[in-house]
């Protein structure tokens, strides 16, 4: 596989982190492999857009997903795990680690309980002695600087976990053998990566999630103010590979598009922002100001109508 996972020293310097077990020396890795030829996957035509204004914030689960859900489970996934893959949005301590931290202020929203039920305390990873669940692992597929390219680029995975050429996605799903996985990228594609290499790479990822028996949760992304004509081409191929792959589509920029600053921290928009009170785990009306906030709940929310669904 051939990709730019950390492509621009400014991503870096605005994301959370980078994976720390890899020097900047392997910039020069990375400069060799963007030398080399593609992948041979080509992206289909583009389709009509989408208002994503119109389209729903929650999925409707298939049974087609519900079917492949339960072949995951009988192939050895596990019904109480899940995975993250994504950015310094999903690579971020605000990101549901602190609903395992039993504080969260639940308001309307207390039957989401059952959810946390289900994946907290169960071990995230299958090896090594591994304790932290779910919400609270830092998954080898999201780092700070990544882009969508990221999880497919073996030169990314951690060699503590990962076999020599294994891809960080491969390593992941090895490791976790998750039933879902939660998806969202195209924050720093923004900037970093062209559209039909944007689709390429989502496919790929998309394909070896369901090759696997993998739920993907597949979410649009907020719109990053620098480039909102970027932003919203990228959200459209979103929802075009979504629509076609029959996925579970989260409309996330949608839920967020209200809020202030429709949802990113004004100081630095590869984060999401928070309520006044500087907590994700609330969700009452206020805290639900929070960009942050919103993700969590609507990812609890997603996770939700899959477990009822495959019941």
Known sequence: MQGLALVDFGIILNCVKTP????????????????????????TAPAASASLDELPI???????????????LAQGNNPRVFTKLGDCMTDNPNFLRPLAEGKTEWADYAA???????????????????????????TITSAGGFNVAGPLDATWADPKWCKSGESPLSCEYRLAKPSIAVIMFG??????????????YLREILDETLKRNIVPLLHTFPTRPENPEKSAQLNQIVVK??????????????????????GVDPNNT??????????????????????????????????????KAVK
């Not at 689960?61 to 519900?66: F, L, R, T, V």
């Not at 907290?120 to 932290?132: C, F, I, L, N």
């Not at 609330?282 to 939700?304: P, Y």
């Open 58 to 72: 929650l999925p409707t689960i298939s049974p087609k997903m519900s079917a492949l859900y339960k072949a995951g």
């Open 187 to 200: 924050t720093n594609d923004v900037t970093a990566t062209e559209l039909p290499d944007f689709e390429r």
């Open 20 to 43: 720390t077990h890899f020097p900047l020396i392997l910039i020069s890795l990375i400069l060799a492999a963007c030398a080399a030829p593609p992948p041979t996957v080509k992206p």
């Open 241 to 262: 590979v979504a629509r076609e792959l029959d996925v579970p589509l989260v409309n996330f920029q949608r839920a967020i598009a209200p809020l202030p600053n429709k």
């Open 112 to 138: 989401l309980k059952a959810v946390i039920e289900q994946f907290k305390g169960v071990p995230a990873r299958s090896e090594q002695g591994w304790r932290d669940d779910s919400f609270t692992t830092t």
């Open 270 to 307: 590869t984060h999401l922002s928070l309520p006044a009170a500087g907590r994700s785990d609330m969700f009452s009306t206020e805290g639900l100001k929070g960009g942050a906030n919103m993700r969590n709940l609507v990812t609890l929310q997603a996770l939700d109508l899959v477990l």
